[in-house]
């Protein structure tokens, strides 16, 4: 086997490489990307682009749950409303949905590895940017900025997904939740030493260096083969590939890589094509739900935890120690977060990774189908207990396990859809899926913080029909894709 050229090696490089389409002599052995990434089999480079791909959750949720443990120091500083304290949230959603198709169309378009490089260098700096902000406009903006920035990371996910063999992506994927777990936390602890010493300015500076330093290592992950071949870029994919075989140390498989047929890259009416369009809509009543539900219990505990959780009790709800009185009398209504407010965030951010072994046996075993149905429909079961009157201590595991399951829901979704997608049109199916998603984050809000004032109760059975609604959808969609080798083209 002849060796690759030395400047090929880099990811920008592989994509530079173009022939001219020329087709195998007949009766000649070809492979196709699947095939090789099948016969290569799971490796030290596997294990390179799950820590590499995989830390991209770092950083997004650090940006993501940024606002949550800012949201009290810039009310104070502003003066802020409610609702203008709400929109900071809702405007980072709206970057996210909007940018989500965006980048989509773009990386089915130019490669995934060029947006997800695009996209880490736009979140940095506008969350850079949002330290300085000078005004309450300014921050808004800013953080709007990030959240269209933080929505290219998906396609983190997508490389990953097209350079697992077929037996690994059912319990390689979820494990990525760990990523998305270690950033919550960080940030929640960061914010707890950093926010009351040096401002919630050096948190956000702070909180921007995990997306800086994975800019640096980005070069040791190449474009996806997959995406290559699909885009008639053959020997970039043959480069890539034997390098990963390589690393692995393992056996190409005998013959010639085989050319896909080219295809029009990112249209969005292959979306709505009577092939998938059934599969697009169940997909996006699915991803709107499950935003809305996972949101919804993020923004309502906090209410839900100051309730009186005792049926019949009169008593007043409890102060967190870490508040002071000269904090509660301030003219602005400051109510900054202390020891307990962050003990209960982290208590509940744990959750998240709690059925995280059950849910990879679950995808594995039942399919990806049965497994997000069963996860939708005890998530719709639990927000209804919420309404049990107990004992806070109660309430804080209804709310762990209902983090748990939510968490399981976005696990087996963002599996689904890379897998049902062919490579031609996979990115702009996670992009328009990632915006209605947003859809519902938007809409969360106004449930846990506006409705759940108003009656408690409708709250809750609005969040569990919407859950049932996405269980229906999750056990009648058309293809299940557990097993199912990756489509190239549609």
Known sequence: MAAAPKEAENAIGLEEIHTERQEPPKGQKTFTVEEAVETIGFGRFH???????????????????????????????????????ALVTTMVFFGYMVFSIVLGLLADRYGRWKILLLSF??????????????????????????????????????????????????????????????????IIG????????????????????PGILLILVFKFIPESARYNVSTGNVTAALVTLQRIAKMNGAAMPEGVLRESAKERRGRFKDL????????????WI???????????????????????????????????PGDDSEEHRSPC?????????????????????????????????????????????????????????TSSTGMTGFLFVLRALVSANFNTIYIYTAEVYPTTMRALGMGTSGSLCRVG???????????????????????????????????????????RALQVCS
């Open 286 to 320: 699915i991803w709107l739900g499950i935003a809305f539900a996972y949101y919804g219990v993020i923004l309502a505990s906090a209410e839900l935890l100051e309730r009186d959780l005792v049926c019949g009790s009169a008593a007043p709800p409890v102060q967190d």
């Open 441 to 483: 984050a938007m809409v969360a809000p106004f449930i846990s913080q506006v409705l759940m004032s108003a009656s408690f109760l409708g709250a809750l059975c609005l969040f569990s029909s919407v859950c049932i609604v996405c269980a229906i959808s999750a056990f009648t969609l058309p293809i299940e894709t557990k097993g």
């Open 47 to 85: 294990i390179m682009l799950f820590l590499i791909m995989g830390s991209t959750g770092v950083a997004e949720a650090m940006e993501i749950m940024l606002i949550a443990v800012v949201s009290p120091l810039i009310r104070c500083e502003w003066q802020l409303q409610d609702w203008q304290v």
């Open 190 to 209: 960061l914010a707890s030493v950093v926010n009351p010493t040096i401002g919630w300015r050096w948190l956000i500076r702070i909180a921007s260096i």
């Open 121 to 186: 260098l736009w979140a940095s700096y506008f969350s850079l940017l949002t330290s300085f902000a000078p005004s309450y406009v300014w921050f808004v903006f800013l953080r709007a900025m990030v959240g269209g920035g933080v929505s290219g990371h998906a396609q983190g996910l997508i490389i990953k997904t097209e350079f697992l063999p077929t037996k690994y992506r059912g319990y390689m994927l979820p494990l990525s939740q760990v990523f998305w777990l270690a950033g919550s936390l960080l």
């Open 333 to 389: 209504h400051c109510h900054l977060f202390g020891p307990v407010a962050y003990q209960t965030m982290i208590i509940s951010t744990v959750g998240e990774i709690a059925l995280n072994p059950l849910n990879i046996l679950g995808i594995n075993v039942l399919g990806r189908r049965l497994s997000l149905c069963i996860t939708m429909g005890c998530t719709a079961l639990f927000f209804l207990l919420l309404n049990i009157c």
């Open 272 to 283: 709505i094509h009577p092939k998938y369009l059934r599969t697009t809509l169940q997909i």
